[in-house]
C-alpha cells in the first residue's frame, strides 16, 4: 500500500515548481521586451529573442496564473488568474485557427484530420494546445477528492506527452538522426519555456495526483524515481541508434531489428540485475531497522532471538558446545538520576561498543532490555571465563576522562547447552538470566 508523500520531497517540488514558474516568467519577459521596444533587442540575450510574441504573452500569463493561484492568496488575486487563464486560451485558439486556415488554404471547409497529420505546422498547434492545458491546471480545484483533480490527472498526462514528443523531436533534429521532412522543429526558447511549465504543474498538488507516487519514501517510490529518466533515455538512445544505422550501415530492416532488439535485452537485463540489487540492500536496511537497537546498534530482543536460535542450530548440528551470555550493566539508574539521561545514553553505547571488541564477529550480541544484553555464540565453560576477563580487562582501559565521568560495571552469569541437549533458545536465555541475578545479588550481599 502507498505510503503517502514524503513531506521532504514535497517542500522540495514545491521549491522546484516555483523556480520552474519564475524562470519560465523571466525568458517570457525578456522575449516581451524585445517585441515591444525593438531599441533595446541589441542588450538583450540573443538566444531568447527567438520566442514570437503570442508565445511569449502566454507562457508569462501561464506561469503568473500559477503563481496567482497559490491557496493562500485572496480571492482577488485568483480571480486575476482566472483573467490570465482566460487569456491565454483566446490566444491559443486563434494561433491555432490561424494556423489551420494557413496550412488548408483560405478557408476551413473541407478541411480533414489526414489534412492535419500531414501538414508540418503542427509543432506549433502544439505549442498553443499545450499552453492552453497548462492555462487550465493552474486555476482547477486542489480538493483531494474532488473529481476536477482527476480531469487535472488526464491534463498532465496529455501535456507531459506532447512536450515529450516536441522534446524528442527537436533533440533528433538537433543530433542529426532524423531531419524534418517539411518544417523545422519547435524553437529551443519554446521547448525551455513548455518545459519548465509543465513541470510546474505536474508539481502542482502532486500530493493529490496519480503522480503521488514519485513522492513516496517506500522501496516502489524509490525505484520508480530511479528508473524513470534511465528507461527515457534508453529509448531515446534507441531510437537515435536505430536512426543512425539506418543512414549509416547498409542493413535490412530484417537484420536491423533483431540486432537493436538484442542489445535492448542485454541492457534491459543489466538493469533488472541492479534493479534486483537494490532491492535485496534495501531489503536488508528495512529488516535491521526491524531486528536492531537504535541506541547501540546492536540486535533487539527480536533479533537477538532470531538470530541466536539460527546459531544454536547450527551449533547442535555440528555437535558443539553453545552459551549465552547475560550481562547486565550496574548503576545505570544512579547515572541517570546524577548525571541525566543522556549520559545513560552515553554509557549504553559504550557498553556496545566494549561487547563488539571483545566478543567474535559471529557471535550474536543484542540488547535485550533497559540495561541488559546478551550474548549467544559457540563457548564452553574455559572460553566464556577467558572472554569475560577480557571484558573486565578493556572495561579498565577505557579512557580515564570517561571512566571518570560515568565507571562501568557489569553483573554477567551464563548459560551452557551441550550436544545433546534439546533446551530451546528461549530457556537458555531464561537460565542465563537467572544466574546473572543470582551473582548480582550474592555480591550485594557480600558487600553489605
Given at each position: 500500500m502507498f505510503d503517502g508523500p514524503s513531506p521532504k520531497l514535497l517542500h522540495s517540488a514545491f521549491f522546484v515548481e516555483q523556480v520552474c514558474l519564475g524562470l519560465a516568467a523571466q525568458i517570457a519577459a525578456i522575449a516581451l521586451c524585445g517585441w515591444i521596444f525593438p531599441g533595446v533587442r541589441h542588450i538583450l540575450p540573443a538566444v531568447l529573442l527567438h520566442l514570437n510574441a503570442p508565445q511569449a504573452v502566454s507562457v508569462f500569463l501561464c506561469a503568473s496564473s500559477f503563481l496567482l493561484s497559490e491557496p493562500e492568496r485572496s480571492r482577488r488575486f485568483r480571480s486575476i488568474a482566472w483573467f490570465y487563464t482566460g487569456l491565454t486560451l483566446l490566444i491559443s485558439t486563434v494561433t491555432i485557427a490561424v494556423i489551420l486556415r494557413a496550412s488548408a488554404g483560405l478557408s476551413l471547409h473541407g478541411f480533414s484530420l489526414d489534412d492535419f497529420i500531414a501538414m508540418s505546422p503542427g509543432a506549433p498547434v502544439r505549442v498553443a494546445l499545450v499552453l492552453a492545458f497548462i492555462a487550465i491546471l493552474s486555476v482547477l480545484s486542489r480538493r483531494p477528492q474532488s473529481n476536477l483533480i482527476r480531469i487535472a490527472d488526464l491534463l498532465k498526462i496529455a501535456v507531459l506527452l506532447i512536450v515529450a514528443?516536441?522534446?524528442?523531436?527537436?533533440?533528433?533534429?538537433?543530433?542529426?538522426?532524423?531531419?524534418?521532412?517539411?518544417?523545422?522543429?519547435?524553437?529551443?526558447?519554446?521547448?525551455?519555456?513548455?518545459?519548465?511549465?509543465?513541470?510546474?504543474?505536474?508539481?502542482?498538488?502532486?500530493?493529490?495526483?496519480?503522480?503521488?507516487?514519485?513522492?513516496?519514501?517506500s522501496i516502489g517510490s524509490r525505484l520508480a524515481r530511479w528508473l524513470l529518466p534511465v528507461l527515457i533515455a534508453l529509448q531515446l538512445f534507441r531510437e537515435i541508434l536505430r536512426a543512425h544505422l539506418l543512414a549509416t550501415i547498409p542493413l535490412a530492416t530484417f537484420y536491423l531489428i533483431p540486432v537493436l532488439t538484442t542489445i535492448a535485452t542485454f541492457v534491459i537485463f543489466i538493469l533488472v540485475l541492479f534493479v534486483i540489487r537494490r532491492i535485496n540492500s534495501m531489503e536488508i536496511t528495512i529488516r535491521d531497522l526491524t531486528l536492531r537497537d537504535g541506541l547501540t546498534g546492536l540486535y533487539n530482543v527480536r533479533g537477538f532471538q532470531r538470530f541466536g536460535e539460527n546459531a544454536l542450530a547450527l551449533a547442535r548440528r555440528a555437535q558443539l558446545p553453545f552459551a549465552v551470555v547475560f550481562i547486565d550493566l550496574d548503576r545505570l539508574k544512579e547515572i541517570n538520576d546524577n548525571l541525566g539521561h543522556h549520559i545513560g545514553s552515553a554509557a549504553l553505547a559504550e557498553t556496545a561498543r566494549l561487547l563488539a571488541n571483545t566478543f567474535r564477529e559471529n557471535d550474536v550480541v543484542g540488547r535485550v532490555g533497559g540495561d541488559e544484553f546478551a550474548v549467544a555464540g559457540q563457548f564452553d565453560e574455559v572460553s566464556i571465563v577467558a572472554i569475560v576477563e577480557r571484558l573486565r580487562k578493556i572495561t579498565a582501559s577505557r579512557d580515564p576522562e570517561m571512566q571518570r565521568l560515568f565507571p562501568l560495571s557489569f553483573s554477567i552469569g551464563f548459560a551452557i547447552s551441550h550436544g545433546g541437549n534439546n533446551e530451546s533458545f528461549r530457556e537458555l536465555l531464561t537460565r542465563a538470566d537467572k544466574a546473572m541475578y543470582e551473582i548480582k545479588h550474592s555480591t550485594r550481599r557480600a558487600r553489605a
Open positions: 514528443d516536441l522534446t524528442w523531436e527537436a533533440l533528433l533534429s538537433v543530433t542529426g538522426s532524423v531531419s524534418a521532412p517539411h518544417a523545422e522543429p519547435v524553437a529551443l526558447e519554446t521547448l525551455v519555456c513548455l518545459i519548465l511549465l509543465s513541470t510546474a504543474a505536474v508539481l502542482r498538488d502532486s500530493e493529490y495526483s496519480i503522480f503521488r507516487a514519485y513522492l513516496g519514501s
